[in-house]
């Protein structure tokens, strides 16, 4: 009787999380571990949830690299974000992908840089040196965003951090 009570407390916990925000099935773990809750009750509450269709990691990773993509940032960053997020790197890479709709490297560097100047020119070349550190860190490689910021760019186009 005890365990199918904690099983339920275990689960309006699990609803309760996943009511504020989506959550992949790792994330959902890692909280309901982090509120106390046991590691048999925890898996017990996400087979009930994996059953009634409320964890979908594959939506959660659409949805997530869509609106990563549309703020500035580069499919290979959103891919690497929701994997840390327990996203299979395969699925996390298909969904970033999926949300840069086809578009080249170039065309999305210059649609974050868009977003950032909000129809302005660059002022000078201190400012361009600023934007393109600032799309590389967001995972533009420095080629395209150097492109699109119409400046030189000499160095290896691959970030050891990404």
């Given amino acids: ?93 298909e969904a970033a992908m999926a949300a840069a709709e086809g578009a080249a490297e170039e065309e999305l560097a210059a649609k974050a840089l868009q977003g950032r100047l909000r129809g302005r020119k660059p002022a000078d070349v201190r400012e361009k040196q600023r934007l393109l550190r600032a799309l590389i860190a967001r995972g533009h490689r420095p080629a395209a965003a150097a492109k699109v910021l119409g400046v030189e760019w000499e160095g290896d186009d691959e970030t050891d951090d990404l």
Avoid at 35 to 63: C, K, M, P, W
Avoid at 69 to 74: L, P, S, T
């Fill in 1 to 93: 009787m005890l365990a199918g009570v904690a099983d339920d407390v275990s689960l309006n916990k699990a609803l309760r999380l996943l009511a504020l925000r989506s959550r992949t099935a790792q994330e959902l773990d890692r909280a309901l571990a982090k509120a106390g809750v046991a590691s048999t009750e925890r898996q017990s509450a996400l087979a009930r949830l994996r059953e009634l269709g409320y964890i979908n990691d594959r939506e959660v990773a659409r949805a997530r690299a869509r609106t990563r993509v549309e703020r500035g940032d580069a499919p290979r960053l959103a891919a690497k974000r929701l994997a840390a997020a327990g996203i299979g790197e395969a699925d996390a890479r």
